[in-house]
């Protein structure tokens, strides 16, 4: 088992693993030829890294007709099709950038697309700036309009943004996924017997409670967090990098986002339900506490991966324990 590091501080979940938990870099000699496919003109010495690569590679490249980014997806991984078509769905609804190439080079998928100008909103909590309510207002009115979009069924979705893989997000399916993942992946052992076993209690307790907030399927960012949201000169947010996005429940979306440091932040939660409310989204009474248990299941699939670095491994601990406090019995 990996142990030894400490929790989530208030830089956030995400910021913590920035430069300690990403991709190591490709070989120049394989970056340069994946450029020259898609990126003909760019010197591949002039890419600039972007961080938070924690499952694909994406450089800053400047071209001629302005900024881009080249997406450099991990062998096998073929959501860049998904992706594409996910910004074509939403189109001026919400600003995600468009995918302008797509190619296979070998065994690799690799992508261009625009590049979204603005400051990440994970830069901004790392330098304690203040988030003023508008900016909390429009992540609420962006993800009112992700969760307009409707499914006939919830589950896994392919290039064309059919399901090919049907989810159980009810309060059963939910209990039934974390236990055969935590018996049939190394999850179980990473977390350990007795926190296992206590996941599993609150689950039979609490997981029914989600079902008040499962009532469609939506489209579903799933990693919908301060690394994916940038914030523009002219107030509006850009929403990056949908390799996740499914069909599902809305509470995915906010329990990922109200992750630390801002599961903390009640004027945040308060003028982001505004927003998704004025927007026409639905929220339960206790929206707050569901989306805590509904980012359960994300965590258990984080100890879940074959290789999982010690921070990520500390991190999903606490996040569970604190959900089996939050949802412990009455007493």
């Known amino acids: 088992m990996v142990t030894g590091a ?29 450029a020259r496919v898609v990126l003909p003109g760019v010197d591949p010495r002039q890419l600039q890294p972007l961080t938070g690569g924690f499952r694909n590679w994406n450089y800053r490249a400047d071209t001629s007709s302005g900024a881009r980014v080249l997406r450099v997806y991990a062998r096998g991984d073929r959501s ?11 189109g001026p609804e919400v600003m995600t950038p468009r995918y302008l190439e797509i190619a296979e080079v070998a065994d690799r998928v690799v992508a ?22 508008e900016v909390a207002l429009v992540v609420g009115r962006t993800l009112a309009a992700i969760h307009r979009i409707e499914f ?36 179980g052992a990473r977390l350990g017997p007795a926190l296992a076993e206590e996941l599993l209690r609150m689950l039979e307790r609490s997981a029914d409670l989600l079902d ?19 914030l523009g000169a002219d107030g509006g947010v850009t929403v990056l990098d949908w390799e996740f996005g499914c069909s599902a429940i809305p509470a995915l979306d906010f329990g990922n986002l ?25 929220l339960p009474g206790d929206w707050r506490r569901l989306a805590v248990l509904a980012d359960v299941g994300a965590w258990v699939a984080f100890t879940a991966r074959p290789h999982i670095h010690e921070l990520v491994l500390a991190d999903a601990r606490e996040r569970i324990q604190h959900a089996i406090r939050e949802f412990a019995p009455p007493g």
């Open 6 to 34: 400490p929790a989530a501080t208030h830089l956030g979940v995400k910021h913590r693993w920035i430069g300690k938990v990403e991709l190591e870099a490709l070989p120049a000699d394989e970056l340069a030829g994946l």
């Open 258 to 282: 109200l992750r630390p440091p801002l599961e903390a932040n009640d004027a945040f939660a308060q003028d982001l339900a505004a927003g998704y409310r004025a927007a026409g989204g639905r």
């Open 112 to 133: 261009v697309r625009e590049f979204a100008e603005g400051t990440v909103l994970h830069e901004l909590l790392s330098s304690e700036g203040a988030i003023g309510p």
């Open 152 to 187: 006939d069924e919830f589950g896994e979705l392919d290039a064309n943004l059919n399901i090919t893989e049907p989810y159980d997000l009810s309060g059963n399916g939910i209990r039934r996924y974390v236990q055969k993942t935590l018996e049939a992946s190394p999850a």
């Open 80 to 90: 860049a099709w998904k992706e594409q078509r996910v910004a074509e769905l939403l």
């Open 212 to 230: 008040a907030w499962r009532e469609r399927p939506v489209l579903v960012h799933s990693d919908f967090g301060p690394t994916n949201l940038v």
